[in-house]
């Protein structure tokens, strides 16, 4: 299993809600996401430029640094420069951002998590509730490409409890070097290449990429009896394990009349889901989706046996032995 990265607030990514609800713009995202470590609600902390420990080295984008102890007392403000200033799109709050970062005690130099060993940047959403305060004020309005160290002060981190497992007391300031790779919001669509779509006893799939919903015209024939999963656009990002979770963009749709059932683009949300979640709900889309690149707009077609068979949710289109048609933009591994 993963290991669960220890800026998380409290829970991992939520399973989406794949209820057939009859509404073409439902909400389909459902973090579950429980109150922030800090708990913080009051308006946003000074920042201040320092002072700030040296990175000694690993001082390029993407490079593991080193990160030397703090010189002094640390401020009680929240302390944030750029090392490396990117040329990206600026993250704003509640953008989901992919990173990696090393996080380290001021008054040591401790390192107590890094991403850059377990070789998986973060995904997680800069978000109340979602992550620490000190990281989500300390990256909005960042730009992609950027490194940033910061200096966090408890009161915006773990408070007064600490983080006794990452061995981090309630009076531990916390600096983060923190490499931003990308970020996504409910505007955001795959980039891949367009794959030739010369079946014709499969639906056809818009490849847009302007965040909009992608048109899906559905065959007037039989659907097919065997699960179906193509590329639309094929990204170049690592495959989806069966053990990680997806951050994407998506809509299912039933075959027999094309009725949306749910979707994301144009929500305002994004959805974030567990394959391994997935296997209990729709086990289709789950096994539709691993092996697929980061990056791409996958075409699923889910066989009654492998989506909701004879059990369909209740009061929507999706019917007893429906077929399930899904695109999905794969956006990150979580």
């Known amino acids: 299993m993963r290991r669960r990265s220890l800026l998380l607030a409290a829970v991992p990514a939520g399973l989406v809600t794949l209820a057939g609800c009859g509404d073409d713009t439902s909400d389909s995202s459902r973090t579950g996401a429980s109150p922030s470590a800090s708990g913080s609600s009051a308006p946003p902390p000074k920042i201040v430029d320092g002072p700030l420990p040296a990175v000694t080295a690993g001082t390029r984008f993407g490079e593991k640094p080193t990160v030397a102890k703090g010189p002094g007392e640390p401020s009680k403000n929240l302390a944030v420069k750029t090392l490396i200033a990117g ?5 704003a709050e509640n953008d989901f951002v992919k990173a990696d970062y090393l996080g380290a005690i001021w008054s040591t130099g ?17 978000a109340q509730g979602s992550v620490i305060d000190g990281w989500r004020y300390a990256l909005a309005g960042k730009k992609t490409g950027s490194r940033i160290e ?6 915006l981190g773990y ?35 367009a794959v030739a779509q010369d079946d014709a006893a499969l639906p056809k799939v818009g490849t847009n990429t302007d965040g909009l919903v992608p048109k899906v015209t559905v065959p007037k024939t039989d659907p097919p009896k ?8 094929e990204g170049d990002g690592p495959e989806l394990k069966g053990d990680q979770a997806v951050l994407c963009q998506f809509q299912g749709l039933v075959w027999d009349g094309g009725k949306t059932f ?19 709900a729709v086990k289709g889309l789950a096994q539709g989706l691993t092996g697929k690149k980061v990056g791409s707009r996958v ?11 004879d059990n369909p949710p209740s009061g929507g289109v999706i019917k007893k032995g429906s077929t399930l048609v899904f695109t999905v933009d794969i956006l990150a591994a979580m």
Not at 87 to 91: F, I, L
Not at 110 to 126: A, G
Not at 226 to 232: D, G, N, P, R
Not at 269 to 280: A, I, N, W
């Open 110 to 126: 401790k390192v107590f998590d890094n991403s850059y060993d377990r070789k998986r940047p973060l995904v997680i959403q800069l």
């Open 262 to 280: 749910q979707r994301t683009y144009g929500s305002g949300r994004l959805s974030q889901f567990g394959l391994e979640q997935m296997q209990q």
């Open 159 to 193: 408070g007064k409890e600490g983080n006794a497992r990452a061995g981090i007391k309630g009076t531990d300031t916390l600096v983060f070097v923190i490499d931003l790779i990308d970020s996504f919001n409910s505007r955001s669509s795959v980039k891949g290449k």
């Open 150 to 155: 910061i200096a966090v002060p408890p009161d």
């Open 299 to 309: 075409l699923i077609v889910v066989p009654p046996e492998l989506g909701y068979g």
């Open 226 to 233: 065997k699960l179906v999963s193509e590329y639309v656009l």
């Open 87 to 91: 040329g990206g799109r600026a993250v």
